[in-house]
């Protein structure tokens, strides 16, 4: 499967963004999606991660109560709605892709395929 994010941008604190990852293939609906973040010097951070049929999600603790992901099966597309942004959340987003929920949904080394990122920018 291949993956495209997009949606990232310049934002004041306090402001939101929708990213989105679309993805090719007809078997997308089996596929959990996970999101991650990567801020200059430090490690990829995992965001949030849906399962296939959208029925599970897990959230960091960070993006809890602000962001909420969904996913749309019949456009092949996963949803990131980022609110009450903060400069913490400066990174860039990437979405990955993986057939299988794993126990360790958080890890970026379960996850099969990757897309390329999208800067997303909070100033304060």
């Known amino acids: 499967v291949q993956l495209q994010a997009s949606g990232g941008g310049l934002v004041q604190t306090g402001g939101s963004l929708r990213l989105s990852c679309a993805a090719s293939g007809r078997t997308f609906s089996g596929y959990t999606i996970a999101w991650f973040r990567q801020a200059p010097g430090k490690e990829r951070e995992f965001v949030v991660a849906?399962?296939?049929?959208?029925?599970?999600?897990f959230y960091a603790d960070s993006v809890k109560g602000r962001f909420t992901i969904s996913r749309d099966n019949a456009k092949n597309t996963v949803y990131l709605q980022m609110n009450s942004l903060k400069p913490e959340d400066t990174a860039v987003y990437y979405c990955a892709a993986d057939p299988v929920w794993r126990r360790r949904v958080g890890v970026p080394s379960e996850y099969s395929y990757w897309g390329q990122g999208t800067q997303v920018t909070v100033s304060s």
């Open positions: 849906i399962s296939g049929g959208g029925g599970s999600t």
